[in-house]
């Protein structure tokens, strides 16, 4: 009779909540603290909970949300000597948003609290204030919280039968303990196998559907990936994606919910969710992988394949080996591409800090240091951070943003006029160049966050592996390898600055110092010049009238400050002026797609799809994932992909040929990146025709190592056939 009138009261509570009118303009949950107590005896345990009703369409989160989102949080502050337990967490649903999938609830959803009431406490009133936070999700997230007191007696137990009811469908809805299933994980070649056996599986696939594993760590599962299972009679097998814990391999057990439906002896299909512990490296099902879905990815421990100059697999390298990588990655950044308008300042400093005291001098270079080891960590934390919320985050993803751009093409253009001598405002733009002039102590620290800066959008070879690596850690263990590689860009100048000799060959001061300066200007221009064709790329004509306009006004406004008199002032700040309004309107045009060209004609745009088909076809695949603002991208593109013999082997091979653009944010791009342990943008992929992982090639091409992967490529599609030809 008390089950069924807990029950009824439920319908009559669900009743109510489902009439609740949610405002358009939020809050998307209505919250409300309930108990299955109005009171409780000295010693007893009872139950208070976080109650939701979610306007339709949204969601909160369980205690794993997925790929993004935070789990809700409720903290009581109880009377001196009562304790908590952990919150019951509901069985979780799932929730897919482009390439993302979360977990948590809709509709409604209780979670309950175990509260301990002291075998000593005093009878009388007991006041117990709570606060609640959850994130609540549509196509948008909002955070949202409340405040809460409720009031228990202490005294002779009553039950609350409201709150009771409530709090008896949370357990009814949670996770049965673990015990009737017995579970393993093991890692095998394409996949993670979680294998299942016991009772509730009886019956198979004519009396079990919709199995899917919701783990309680965040990190052993790729969770937007397709789950595939298979049923046999009181057994079961997933087959998952590898997640950051579990690319190497399974070394420890872990803990999750399988959710399913069971076909009871009536016919009727009923939800059941089952805790389990998989032990790690157990199999405990014979059954055969489920057929893979048509556009399944190649796993992200799949071997590089090949060699050619690449790092070592992420997941198989050490932290000092990482450690290692970053550090040479760091210091051949020095010799790329993307640095050389950094290097004119660099030159420029040695030369002009000749003359003061070396103890000076050694200051300025740790100075420098400073700046290009904590502009590495500070962009080393964004970047993890925005991974971490399930952003499109990508190494050099400053560069995807037009006003950055632009704003870096002006600081450019600005230095270059300045080492011209167009001029000269004490310390500040002239330092950020040189880093000398009144000691330079502000200007070397703003060196080097430039050199970082301008330097980002590029990836030093070993330094690939040394920021996959620092994918897989620990937020701290990944901000250690981004400081290795600031020491390892910062370190070549340090040396100078502690060892100047090494300057002897250098003619004594004079006025060759001047025309140095103004030589190295036009490295300056050039890479504004570099910088206005990325805005081209990414926001079209608009974009670079706008840049224009406003180098024009900074030139302008430059001119204009040098002259004397109040009139040339103002003339100067509406110059000046008129620079903010043009960057403005160059960072706020909308992204365009660049023409392909007339030598881009044989590639194609990628899309996983694209790939997939062109296998099925019998061909080999290469893709290159590239952006206009990176220039080791723009290196290779016109160095080693343009060489005849490489788009001859292409042709010979019968090679489809795509090209993923960075260039403008893109999260299917970014996924694919992550998916192959890639930090950022050059990421080169020549997979086989049919089935097989890619070979992953190192970010500095040559035509050698290309030829080479296509003939690799060729091979494995040859040796394939033949197997299926002898097979029959």
């Known amino acids: 009779m008390i089950r069924l009138l807990a029950v009824f009261t439920a319908f009559i509570l669900t009743a109510a909540a489902s009439a609740q009118e949610f405002s358009p303009d939020g809050p998307w949950v209505h919250p409300r603290l309930v108990s299955d107590r109005e009171a409780v005896a000295p010693g007893e345990t009872f139950h208070i909970a976080l109650h939701q009703d979610i306007a339709p369409g949204w969601h909160t989160y369980w205690l794993n949300p997925g790929d993004s989102g935070e789990a809700t949080r409720l903290d009581l502050t109880l009377p001196e000597g009562w304790t908590t337990g952990a919150m019951t967490w509901p069985a979780p649903g799932a929730y897919s948003l482009g390439p993302l999938t979360n977990y948590g609830y809709s509709d409604r959803v209780t979670l309950p609290l175990e509260v301990t009431v002291p075998a000593d406490a005093a009878p009388g009133r007991a006041d117990i204030p709570a606060y609640g936070s959850w994130l609540v999700c549509e196509d948008i997230c909002v955070p949202e919280d409340g405040e809460f007191l409720i009031t228990i007696e202490v005294g002779e137990s009553r039950p609350d039968r409201a709150g009771a009811a409530l709090i008896a469908e949370a357990f009814a809805a949670a996770p049965e303990a673990p015990g009737p299933l017995q579970a393993g994980l093991a890692r095998e070649t394409d996949s993670l196998a979680l294998t299942l056996a016991g009772a509730p599986l009886s019956g ?66 009923r939800t059941r969710a089952i805790e389990i512990e998989a032990q790690p490296g157990a199999s405990l ?46 210091l051949i950044l020095n010799l790329m591409p993307c640095v050389f308008p950094v290097l004119s300042m660099k030159a420029l400093t040695l030369v002009e800090k000749r003359g003061i005291e070396r103890a000076e001098g050694r200051l300025l270079g740790l100075i420098f240091a400073a700046g290009v080891i904590l502009t590495f960590l500070a962009l080393g934390a964004v970047f993890l951070a925005v991974r971490a919320a399930g952003g499109d985050a990508a190494w050099g993803m400053q560069l995807q943003t037009p006003g950055v751009v632009a704003g870096l093409a002006l600081l450019m253009f600005l230095i270059g006029l300045n080492f011209l001598g167009v001029f000269e405002i004490g310390t500040s733009l002239q330092s950020v160049g040189s880093g000398v002039r009144d000691s330079g102590r502000r200007g070397a620290f703003l060196t080097g966050v430039l050199a970082v800066f301008v330097a980002a959008p590029c990836i030093a070879p070993f330094m690939a592996g040394a920021l996959a690596y620092a994918l897989t850690q620990p937020p701290l263990v990944s901000l250690a390898v981004f400081g290795f590689l600031g020491v390892g860009l910062a370190l070549p100048f340090v040396i100078v600055a502690f060892y100047p000799k090494l300057l002897a060959f250098l ?66 700040l509406a110059g000046a002026l008129l620079v903010a309004g043009a960057l403005y309107s160059a960072a706020v045009q909308p992204a365009v797609s660049a023409a392909p060209s007339a030598a881009d004609a044989a590639w194609a745009d990628w899309s996983p799809e694209a790939v997939q088909e062109a296998r099925a076809e019998g061909r080999a695949v290469f893709v290159d994932f590239t952006a206009a603002w990176c220039v080791t991208c723009q290196v290779n593109k016109l160095g080693a992909l343009s060489e005849r013999n490489v788009i001859n082997s292409f042709a010979a091979h019968d090679v489809a040929l795509f090209r993923a653009d960075f260039t403008n944010r893109d999260r299917r791009i970014a996924d694919e990146l992550s998916r192959h342990g890639a930090a950022g943008v050059p990421l080169y992929l020549m997979y086989p025709a049919g089935e097989g992982a890619p070979d992953v090639l190192p970010p500095l091409l040559t035509g050698g190592i290309v030829i080479r992967a296509v003939e690799r490529a060729a091979n494995r599609v040859d040796q394939a056939g033949n197997q299926r030809r002898s097979a029959r």
């Open 507 to 572: 003619p004594k001061p004079g006025a060759w110092m001047v025309r140095l300066r103004q030589v190295l200007a036009f490295p300056m221009f050039g890479a504004a010049v570099w910088l206005v064709w990325v805005l081209a790329a990414q926001t079209g004509p608009n974009g670079v009238l706008w840049a224009l306009i406003m180098m024009l006004a900074a030139g302008f406004a430059a001119w204009a400050f040098s002259m004397r008199g109040t009139l040339s002032r103002v003339t100067a």
């Open 204 to 269: 198979g696939a004519d009396a079990v559907r919709g199995l899917s594993f919701f783990p309680f760590n965040g990190s052993i599962i790729d969770h937007a990936a397709e789950q595939r299972a298979a049923l046999g009679e009181g057994e079961a097998r997933l087959d998952l994606r590898p997640g950051r814990l579990t690319r190497q391999a399974v070394n420890e057990a872990y803990g999750g919910v399988i959710r399913f439906e069971a076909r009871g002896e009536d016919g009727q299909w």
């Open 285 to 330: 099902s014979g059954l055969a992988p489920a057929p893979a879905a048509p556009s399944a990815p190649a796993s992200p421990a799949s071997p590089a394949g090949g060699g050619d100059g690449q790092t070592a697999a992420p997941s198989s390298i050490s932290f000092w080996q990482a450690a290692l990588f970053a550090l040479v990655g760091g």
